[in-house]
């Protein structure tokens, strides 16, 4: 059976998305991976395109609030940045949370070439 792995960031629109992506391109065949914010808005273009650039079609991928997967068993749950890490709903109770931070790259402020990079590193 395949482990569920539900990644959490505040707007579900970049760091959430690309981790789900790669771990169902990468892993896909051992675990399920999804992903949800605590204020869900819509995926970012540059987050696409970065994925793009390594051979993972995220296009299709659509934001997600937390509720969505309310009752839902997961393995983990992992948090990539701060404000979703405290604002972790409780109902994913039982299960390993975890967290990683990383920063915003939607606040990434630049040329086109910089904000891209700011995407790449995450």
């Given at each position: 059976?395949?482990?569920?792995?539900?990644?959490i960031?505040t707007?579900?629109?970049?760091?959430?998305q690309?981790a789900?992506?790669?771990i169902n391109y990468e892993?896909?065949?051992k675990?399920e991976?999804y992903s949800a914010?605590?204020?869900?808005?819509a995926v970012?273009?540059h987050?696409?395109?970065?994925?793009?650039e390594?051979?993972i079609d995220?296009?299709?991928q659509?934001?997600?609030g937390v509720?969505?997967?309310?009752?839902q068993?997961?393995d983990?749950?992992i948090?990539?940045c701060?404000s979703?890490?405290?604002?972790?709903?409780m109902?994913?109770?039982?299960v390993?949370k975890?967290h990683?931070s990383?920063?915003?790259?939607?606040?990434?402020?630049?040329s086109?070439?910089?904000?891209?990079?700011?995407f790449?590193?995450?």
């Amino acid at each position: 059976m395949k482990k569920r792995v539900l990644f959490i960031c505040t707007n579900n629109s970049c760091r959430s998305q690309m981790a789900e992506g790669i771990i169902n391109y990468e892993l896909g065949d051992k675990i399920e991976a999804y992903s949800a914010g605590t204020t869900p808005t819509a995926v970012n273009p540059h987050a696409v395109k970065s994925m793009a650039e390594i051979g993972i079609d995220i296009a299709d991928q659509r934001s997600k609030g937390v509720e969505e997967f309310a009752g839902q068993h997961f393995d983990y749950v992992i948090t990539l940045c701060d404000s979703a890490n405290e604002q972790c709903p409780m109902f994913f109770g039982g299960v390993k949370k975890m967290h990683l931070s990383f920063a915003d790259p939607a606040a990434a402020v630049g040329s086109e070439t910089e904000i891209q990079a700011a995407f790449r590193m995450v």
